[in-house]
């Protein structure tokens, strides 16, 4: 492994990027930056497009001094098909393997052989009479612990998978190639953003970790490191600044600007700007419902604690108490530097644009 890691967020309205030297601990931040995306940027085919982001992410490399040729790059959860699947029954290895090819075929738009496949076990356990043994036939698989002894997790494989288009991932691998760098690993933001805000602290509580960029927000319940749903709609900080700017008749920088400095606030101009931005907000906000309604009736058990505001979304004044009001849970924004050490400089400029490296940090993170 490089001694130095790097995260490579490539999002609709910028690209970051995070280089962390791993071998240390606390895990040091070596640098970082970030850079406007060229649009149409990623969500073009066409290689003039790519290599119009293959040059920003040259660009920024060298602004920010990273010699490190090999990166960990994000999918957006947008373009990524995922799901938890845990109606199979306790399966072996080889027979998992199948069972989630013909499972998937269910939730994936496009022929299974279209699509790279990867899953991880949250939880698999035997029907078996002794409890003892059982709890230790689960070991590995540390849902095992959420679930507690709970008979209606036995005899029973819990995974939660991950579908790529090919084409995608491809895709990704020719921007990297153009701009110099090759691609060591391809995850989803989601995973990433889980790994930099939850990590696998076995005491950190059930969150669900709303990430809201410029084009869509996410949300993912993680407990103990495992990421038990994820969801993703096409609603974000653009759909916001273009309500300001309706409302108002602005340009979008001017529309952008009203949004960063009266968010949420009620009592600035006459509520106006409030008013505006409610009717995209509470598209969220019902999201946020419906996501903590679908999880909490799966998991009674292993209730959400606490909501986790990124993105760039997670700026808007006001959110984080508009929400918490709302919802009746503990909301926080995002710190995705808790595992990093920073030295005090960086500090107060890092708790400023913390949310925005959510999902960077996250990748560099990554041990394998
Ligand atoms: N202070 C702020 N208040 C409200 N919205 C903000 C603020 N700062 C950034 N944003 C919004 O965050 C979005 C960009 O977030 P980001 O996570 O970088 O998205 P992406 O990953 O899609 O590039 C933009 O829509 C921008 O308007
Ligand atoms: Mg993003």
């Not at 994000?74 to 938890?84: D, I, K, M, Q, Y």
């Not at 808007?316 to 595992?339: K, R, S």
Request: a neutral charge.
């Amino acid at each position: 492994m490089p001694k130095i890691t790097v995260g490579l967020d490539i999002g609709f309205s910028s690209i970051k990027v995070v280089a962390l030297n791993n071998h240390e601990k606390p895990v040091k931040l070596v640098s970082l930056g970030t850079i406007g995306a060229p649009v149409p940027g990623m969500a073009s085919d066409a290689d003039i497009e790519l290599e119009a982001t293959a040059a920003a992410i040259k660009k920024l490399f060298s602004a920010a001094k990273i010699e490190e040729k090999n990166v960990i790059g994000a999918l957006p959860e947008s373009r990524v098909f995922t799901r938890v699947i845990d109606d199979l029954p306790y399966l072996s290895d080889s027979e998992l393997t199948s069972a989630i090819r013909y499972a998937s075929e269910e939730f994936i738009p496009v022929p299974v052989a279209d699509v790279e496949l990867n899953w991880q076990v949250l939880f698999r356990n035997k029907l078996e009479k002794n409890e003892a043994a059982s709890t230790s036939a689960v070991k590995n698989d540390a849902l095992s612990s959420l679930s507690g002894k709970s008979s209606q997790f036995r005899g029973k494989t819990i995974v939660f998978v991950v579908a790529t288009p090919k084409v995608l991932v491809n895709k990704y691998i020719k921007v990297m190639k153009m701009a110099g760098l090759n691609l060591r690993a391809l995850e989803t933001e989601v995973i990433a953003s889980a790994r930099s805000l939850v990590g696998n602290n076995p005491f950190s509580p059930t969150s669900l970790i709303i990430q809201m960029d410029a084009t869509t927000t996410d949300f993912a319940v993680v407990s103990k490191g495992l990421i038990l749903l994820t969801r993703s709609i096409a609603t974000g900080g653009v759909a916001l600044t273009r309500a300001v700017a309706q409302q108002f008749n602005f340009e979008l920088s001017q529309a952008e600007e009203y949004k960063k400095v009266y968010g949420l606030a009620s009592d600035q101009l006459e509520g106006k700007v409030f008013q505006a931005l409610k009717g995209i907000v509470d598209v969220i906000l019902e999201e946020t419902k419906r996501v903590i309604q679908a999880y909490s009736s799966k998991n009674p058990q292993n209730p959400i604690k606490r909501i986790v505001l990124s993105g760039g979304g997670a700026k808007l004044p006001g959110l984080v108490i508009y929400l918490a009001n709302n919802l009746g849970l503990e909301v926080q924004e995002a710190d995705p530097w808790y595992f990093v050490a920073k030295d005090k400089v960086l500090r107060t400029k890092l708790a400023v644009e913390g949310p925005l490296f959510t999902v960077a940090i996250g990748l560099a993170l990554r041990e394998d």
